[in-house]
C-alpha cells in the first residue's frame, strides 16, 4: 500500500461520465405520480419547472451520461477533490481501522453541492431559461446554484428559510457576492407565502414552504426554473463524480473499502458516494457495506414510513415513494440545517428498502462531539450535516478496535463548518441539547400522508 | 504549456527545506537592536521569548534550512497548496495577460498562516515549552497557532484585539475548536493590559498592545513562550514554502513570471511567495518584477520611514530597522485586519530598500471590487487581505491589455474570506468607506521614532 496523507487525481483523469444507478436496479424505482391524477407523470408535466435535458436523466436508464465539457472545465475549478487517509484521527481512536474521508468542502460553495448545481445551471442556459428559483436552509445549496448562476449568466433567485435568513447572514453575503437575491421564506413575492404569512406572521419557515415558494414562481413564468439540490435522481447522479473519483483514488492507495458512511439529508451526497460501489455489486461485483447516518431528530430513513409523499409543505410537487416522516411533519431546530428534510431521495429510500444498505441515526451533541475530535486531529472544521458521517465512521472504526479487526472505512466529508460557527459556540458553551421531535406530531404527520393504492 | 486550471503537486515533491534569503544578501539586514543599550542583540536576549531553534534561523546564513519530518507529516494535510490558472478572469478583463494565484486558503486555518505556526509550535514542544502566547487581530493568526497548538499538545493563549474579539465571534469559536484559550486584549491578565484599561476602560485595541500583553506573560514563565505570525526573519523564511512550489508548479505549466504581486502587511505571505524568485536573481539568475500591494490606509511601505523601531506599542520588543509608520501609529479601522501593522518585515524593508521590489498602495474599496470580480470569475471568496493582492495583479493584467502585452503574472490568494463576510455585506450595502489616517497622527508618531545613530 502506497501510504500517503492525501489522494489526487490529476485533471485529466476527473471521471467523465456520471454513473447512473437506474441502470444496474432489476427493480426499477417506483415512477413518480401526479398528485391529482396519481398516474405516473411523464415529460412534460415536469416541463413547466425543469429544462429537458434535466428531466430525460430523471428517468434515464443509461448507465453513463456524459459530463458536458463546460461542466467539466467549471469542475475543475476544484474537482478532482482530495481523498484523505485520517492517520491522525486513527491514533486518537487507537483504531486498526484505516479510515479514508473524501473532502468536498474544497468547493467554492464549501460543500458538494456545486456538483449538481453547476450542470443545472447549464442545461438551463443551454435551453435559454434566464432565471432560476429555488429553497436553501442553512444556505449550501442555496450558494451553490447563486455560484453556478454566475457561471452560465443566470439571475438566482433563492427563498431561505427565514429562521436561518436571520441567524447565518454571512451565507446570504456569499450568495449576494455570487450575484444572486436571497428572500426570507415565508416571503411576501409569492401567494404561498402571503397565505402563510396571513395566518402565522411571525413564521420561521420550513424547508416545505420554501420550495413551494420557489416552485409557485417558476410555473408562472417561461422565462423562469426551479431547481432542487437534493432528492431527484437526477441531482443524485450528477453527485456520483464524487464516488467515481474515490473509486479510482483507493485503487491509488491499494485498498477496497469494507464500509462506506455518508450522512442523509435528502441523500445526495451519500447516493454520490455509495451509488458507484453499489452499482459493482449490482453488476455481479463486490461491494463494501454502506451506512446511512440521519439526524435522530429527523430520522426518516429509520422512523419513516415508505411511501408516497408529496415533496413540500404546500403539496405543490408530485408525489414521489419515499422513506418520509410526512410533508406536514416540522422537524425540531437542530443545527445541521441540511439534514433537516421530512423525506428521503426516492433513489436512497429504494435501495434500503432492497437491503443494499444500512441506515443509523445519532443525536447531534454526540455528532458535535465526534466533529471536534475530527478537527482536533485532521485540521477540518467539519459543518454539522458531516459530523455525522464522522460520527459514524468513528462508530466503525470503534467496533474494529474491539474487534481486533484492521477495516477500511471512508466516508463523505460532505462540507467545512465555517459558515455554521455559532453552532459550535453553542456546543462549547453547554448550550447544545438533542432535540427531539414530537411523537404525536409524527403520528399526525404520518397519518396525513396522501393515500395511494 | 500544457494548460490546466490547476496545477498540483504530489506530496513527495512538496519542498523538503525552507529557503532563507539572509544567504545571498550581499548587504545583510540590519541588526536587530536591544532597546536599552541600542547593541545588537544576541540569542541569549531572545532566549526568554523564542526556544533555541528558532533564535539560530532567525539569523542564520544557511541557504537552505531542513524541514523537520513531523512538520512535513502536517503540511500534508493541505500541502503542496494547488496554483491556478485564472482563465476565466482573464477572460472578464479581457487581457492577453497569463494570470496564476497560489491559492492558500486550502489550509485548515484557512490562510497561508499555519506554514509558520506549524513549525513554530514543532520547535517550542521539542524544546520542553508548554505553554505559548500570541496576538491576533482579524484571527488568521490566532487560529492558525491554535490549530498547530493541539498537533503538539501546547496549551495556547490568544490576545485578540478587542474590536475584532467582539466583531468576528466566529474566529473565537474557531480558535475554542483546536482547543485554545481566547481573550479580548486589552485585558485584565497582564500588567500592560490592565495600564491600557485603567486610562480607557473601553479601549478598542490594537495589534501593537496585544503584542505587548503576550510578550510579558512569556517572559514571566519558564514554560511559557511567545510566537509571532509575521514580520520577524524564521516566520518569512516558514513561509517561502509557498513560493518554492510555486516556482515548480510554473514549471509545470512551463512558463516564466514576469511579475509576482502579494499584499503585504507584516510581510510574511509576501516574502514567501517572492523571496525564493528573488534569491535566483540575487543569486545571478533572471528574476521577475516583484510588486507588493499595501493598504492606503496604513502604508508603511510607500509612505513610512525606513528607521529602527519597536515592535509593539507598549515597547517591550527590541527594535528592528524597517519601513515604519511609527509604533503610536493607530490605523484607521478598514477591514483588512491582517494589513492593520505600524511596521514591515526587515527583510522585505531590506530588499525594498535594495530596489529588487516594487510598491503600491490602494484603498479598500477598489480592493472589495477588485475580490467581487474575482469571486465571480474564480469562485473563491477572498479574504479583505487577498483582496489587495488581487486588485495588484489586476492592474498588471489591465496594463498588459493596454500595452498590447502577454505577460504572466502570478500573484499570492494568501486566503479566503469565509469568516469576513460581514465586511462584504457592508460593501455590498454601500456602507464601505475608504478610511484614511490622519496626516498631522502620522507625522506626530513618525516624530517619536526612538533615536538611533
Known sequence: MQDKTKYLLDESEMPKAW???????????PPVLHPGTLKPIGPDD??????????????????????????????????????????????????????????????????????????????NAAEGVKRLTTETGAGQWG??????????????????????YDQKPYRRAVMETYGARCLPSPSNETE????????????????GIAISEAVELAVQRDDTKYALGSVLNHVLMHQTIVGLEVIKQLEMADVYPDVIVGCTGGGSNFGGIAF?????????????????????????LTRGKYAYDFGDTGHMT???????????????????????????APLVSHVKELNLIEAVAYNQV???????????????????????????????????KREGRSETIVFNLCGHGHFD?????????????????????????????????
Not at 277 to 300: H, N, T, Y
Not at 369 to 395: C, Q, S, T
Open 192 to 207: 404561498y407565502g402571503r397565505k402563510v404569512l396571513a395566518e402565522r406572521p411571525d413564521h420561521p419557515g420550513s424547508l
Open 276 to 300: 458507484p460501489f453499489i452499482g459493482q455489486g449490482l453488476r455481479g461485483g463486490k461491494m463494501p457495506r454502506i451506512v446511512a447516518v440521519e439526524p435522530a431528530a429527523c430520522p426518516s
Open 46 to 123: 415536469l416541463a413547466p419547472l425543469f429544462p429537458r435535458e434535466i428531466i430525460l436523466q430523471e428517468v434515464s436508464t443509461e448507465r453513463e451520461i456524459e459530463i458536458p465539457g463546460p461542466v467539466q472545465e467549471i469542475y475543475k475549478l476544484w474537482r478532482p477533490a482530495p481523498l484523505y487517509r485520517a492517520h491522525r484521527l486513527e491514533k486518537a481512536l487507537g483504531t486498526l481501522a484505516k479510515i479514508f474521508y473524501k473532502y468536498e468542502g474544497v468547493s467554492p460553495a464549501g460543500s458538494h453541492k456545486p456538483n449538481t448545481a453547476v450542470p443545472q445551471a447549464f442545461y
Open 421 to 453: 460557527m455559532t453552532s459550535y459556540q453553542k456546543y462549547f458553551a453547554g448550550e447544545l441539547t438533542d432535540e427531539s421531535y414530537d411523537e404525536a406530531e409524527l403520528a399526525m404527520a404520518l397519518s396525513g400522508l396522501p393515500s395511494v393504492s
Open 143 to 164: 450558494t451553490s446554484l447563486s455560484f453556478a448562476g454566475q457561471i452560465f449568466n443566470l439571475e438566482i433567485l433563492v427563498f431561505q428559510v427565514r429562521v436561518s
Open 318 to 344: 408530485p408525489l414521489t415513494k419515499m422513506h418520509t416522516l410526512g410533508s406536514s411533519f416540522t422537524p425540531p431546530g437542530f443545527h445541521a440545517g441540511g439534514l433537516r428534510y421530512h423525506g428521503m
Open 19 to 29: 454513473y447512473n444507478i437506474q441502470a444496474d436496479l432489476k427493480v426499477p424505482v
Open 366 to 400: 454526540e455528532c458535535f462531539a465526534a466533529g471536534v475530535l475530527f478537527a482536533r486531529a485532521e485540521g477540518i472544521v467539519p459543518a454539522p450535516e458531516a459530523n455525522h458521517a464522522i460520527k459514524g465512521a468513528i462508530e466503525e472504526a470503534l467496533r474494529c
